[in-house]
Every structure is written in C-alpha cells, then in structure tokens.
T-cell receptor
Framework: GNSVTQMEGPVTLSEEAFLTINCTYT??????LFWYVQYPGEGLQLLLK?????DKGSNKGFEATYRKETTSFHLEKGSVQVSDSAVYFC????????????FGPGTRLSVLP | DARVTQTPRHKVTEMGQEVTMRCQPI?????VFWYRQTMMQGLELLAY????????DSGMPKDRFSAEMPDATLATLKIQPSEPRDSAVYFC????????????FGPGTRLTVL
C-alpha cells in the first residue's frame, strides 16, 4: 500500500540555520504531495503542495520539489525562525488509492534563538 | 474566512461515559475525515465520508466508536462507552474531493477519559 516516511525528529536548529526535512513516499498511482505544519495546540495547516513531477511548492520561505525519480519531497528553508518551531507532516493523496490521505509520522522542529 | 469548526475543544469524562464530538465542515466541501492523534500512534485515520456516505471506517474500533453525518453541515463522532485509552486529540478535516484533494483541518477536540 501507499506510505510516507519522514526523517525522525526532533530536529533542533539555531535561528537562521538551513533546514531540510527528508520525506520519501511509496504510491501505486500518481499522487499529489503535501507538507502540513502543526503549531502547538492547533490543528494541521497546509504549508505547501505539488501535484506533478518536478513541481515546486513554496510558502513562507519553505520549498519542496516533487521528485518522481527518487520518490521524494524534501522540505527546505534557507533561514529558520523561532516561530517555525512546530511539527511538520509529509503526506500524499493518491487518486488510485481512493484519494485518501496518507500522513508521515511527523518531524518536530525546535528553533532556538 | 472559511474554516472547519469542532466542538467541544476540550472534554474530560469518566470511563464508561458516552462522548460525542461534533464537526462543521467548510460549506461546499463534500469529503469529511476524522483523525485521532496521540503521542504513541501519531495521526490515525478513523473514518472518511464523501457526500455524507461513509467510504472507509476501517480505522475505527467498531464496538465502541460510531461516525455519522446527519446532514451536510454536521459530522459526529461518538464513543460509547469511553475508555482511558481513548484519550487523544480528535481532528476533523474537510475537502472538496477533487483536484489534489487538499484537506482543511479543524482545531481538534482534546479528550481525556479518567
């Protein structure tokens, strides 16, 4: 079946450091890929998405590129802020799989001032 | 600003009591999802509705959990009887079910069963 694997956290960085959170997926069809962010005490919010190979999703300084050849969708940000501290979830939605979402386990990011 | 609403935001109850959680999806969305989030298990899909019909509830313990959509503006998740292991945050999400099938999450209901 479909699955999403993320790098284990927690990830702790200093402010202005470069961030990469790895995400790889397995899918039977041709999925759409997402990154969601969850701030403390809140629900998940869509951060960015990509619907086809080589698409780059971007938002709030975060970027991720849909790489079909490596089945990856790594999240990057050039300079993190304390306010970026949250849990980040990689997810996919596959039309061949009933369009159900499959979420990764989440990666907790802590950014220190 | 359209958003998914959930009530109650917090619920503390005793083991054996019935718990009902409610969700109002975004107007016009025809897919609704219920998730449970715990530290140990992460985010688990409990049930999935399209046009008010249940399409997948395989993640839900059938003996005590039930999910319904009485109308297009209300989804409910009921636990009867509740147990301490049900303590978690329960999220509702809705979507259009088309295109990339993006989901919009509510703020969650934090349930504590004593």
């Amino acid at each position: 079946g479909n699955s999403v694997t993320q790098m284990e956290g927690p990830v702790t960085l200093s402010e202005e450091a470069f961030l990469t959170i790895n995400c790889t997926y397995t899918a039977t069809g041709y999925p759409s890929l997402f990154w969601y962010v969850q701030y403390p005490g809140e629900g998940l919010q869509l951060l960015l998405k990509a619907t086809k190979a080589d698409d780059k999703g971007s938002n709030k300084g975060f970027e991720a590129t849909y790489r079909k050849e490596t089945t990856s969708f790594h999240l990057e940000k050039g300079s993190v802020q304390v306010s970026d501290s949250a849990v980040y979830f990689c997810a996919l939605s596959d039309r061949a799989y009933g369009q159900n979402f499959v979420f990764g386990p989440g990666t907790r990011l802590s950014v220190l001032p | 600003d359209a958003r998914v609403t959930q009530t109650p935001r917090h619920k503390v109850t005793e083991m054996g009591q019935e718990v009902t959680m409610r969700c109002q999806p975004i107007l016009g969305h025809n897919t609704v999802f219920w998730y449970r989030q715990t530290m140990m298990q992460g985010l688990e899909l409990l049930a999935y509705f399209r046009n008010r019909a249940p399409l997948d509830d395989s993640g839900m313990p059938k003996d005590r959990f039930s999910a319904e959509m009485p109308d297009a503006t209300l989804a409910t998740l009921k636990i009867q009887p509740s147990e301490p292991r049900d303590s978690a945050v329960y999220f509702c999400a809705s979507g259009t079910g088309t295109g990339s099938n993006e989901q919009f999450f509510g703020p969650g209901t934090r349930l504590t069963v004593l």
